[in-house]
């Protein structure tokens, strides 16, 4: 059994190339290649061939290549004409000089060229797409084509370095409306990187590849990156959505963050994204709206864990297991007594360490600061740096729990005052 073998070749190369039948008679030149999306995605369906009476799309395994580089038919019949409807992605028409996302590298680059390798020899003598050349090489190749040799050009191009993303890591960002459907790229993977990386890639796109984007993530994943992009973007993100898919966003959001996006909207619209909202978070949202966005309510949330003053360890577990916030964001639990005012906090790492039927009065910080509603945000930030707080309760002028304010607020409060 003769070993397989394969052979690298650019997308800029084959491009052009003449297609013979069997006989040399010349069936016409390579235009594109189309390539399967979905389950298959990245397998060559077939090659685009402009012909004299028009393109031609012919299924990948009946194409081989020759030893001269020309491209050979392997049957002499009819050749099928290219028709609408197939889920294919062009590389030549809908890839390259597009921007994509280097899933791997978590950022926006541009293809430049693909690269293609032939895999085995005779019957199984077949291409498929290797990885997206986003560097000078693939640039060099489209510059010079046509003004060197084809052999000479391929020889040059390869003494650059490579700047490549291997297919597997790559998606296609489609924008065009009227092959949206067609495509039906996958975007699973986006909802694998991290919210912040995934708001720095949203802000390196164009406006159209960032709404395509955008718009075909969950609501989750959509609530999470938009906390983490700038307001302005933020009001560009959700211009051209409904008013309900925007409430389904902003019921995922943290009440707070949600508050402060929807103050920046016109009013108008604000009202009509509440009154989509399910009726216990837009009352969160809309209490939040109440206060000024410069005091500690503006940068509070009202989504904290919070047991009665007698509880024990086993009930703060128990809160914790049915809390529907980030539970990344608990750093203590909080003791409320039947009048909703604060009693105490106990850091959860002390919590974790004792018994379950341990009282949670016992093991409260002697002393437990808070901050009324009105505070300025700077005198917030000012007692976070002097007490090294993780988490600042907020209470109304009857000393009832409102909310709390934890560091990111304060980190990203004070970032933008630099």
Known sequence: MEARTTARI?????????????????????KDIAVATGPEAGKVAGLVLKTRTGLSLVPSQDV???????????????????????NYLFLQQDLVDRQIIDIHGRKVVRANDVDLEWMGHGAAHLLR???????MRGAFRRVFKGLLPKHRLEALSRKLAAHAIPWQFVDVIEVDPARRVKLRIEYERLARIHPSELADILEDLAPAER???????DEEVAAETLEEVDPKLQKALLEKLDEEKIADIV??????????????LPEERSDAILEEMEPEERQEVEELLEFDERSAAGFMTTEFVH????????????ALRSFDGDPESVTEIFL????????????????????????????????VLSCPADLNQNEVAEMFDKYNLH????????????????????????REKL
Do not use: Y
Not at 10 to 30: H, N, Q
Not at 64 to 86: C, H, I, N
Not at 211 to 217: I, K, M, W, Y
Not at 406 to 413: A, R
């Open 391 to 414: 988490a600042l309760p907020v209470v109304d002028q009857q000393g009832r729990m409102v909310g709390v304010v934890q560091s990111d607020q304060v980190i990203t409060f004070l």
């Open 129 to 135: 797409v290797a990885e997206v050349e986003v560097g």
């Open 64 to 86: 081989m290549e020759t030893p001269s580089g020309a491209l050979e038919l392997r049957s002499a019949g009819e050749l099928p004409p290219l028709k609408d409807g197939g």
């Open 10 to 30: 650019s997308l800029t190369a084959l491009v052009g190339t003449p297609v013979t039948d069997a006989s040399g008679r010349l069936r016409g030149r390579l």
């Open 251 to 264: 019921e995922e959001m943290d009440p707070g963050v949600a508050a402060d996006l929807l103050a920046e």
């Open 336 to 367: 409320l007594d039947d009048k909703e005012i604060l009693r105490g906090s106990i850091p959860l790492a002390r919590m974790v360490m004792a018994q379950p039927d341990t009282r949670l009065l016992v093991l409260a910080e002697p002393r």
């Open 307 to 318: 047991v009665s003053v007698n509880a024990t360890v086993a009930t703060a577990v128990q």
């Open 211 to 217: 709404e395509a984007v955008f718009t075909s993530l």
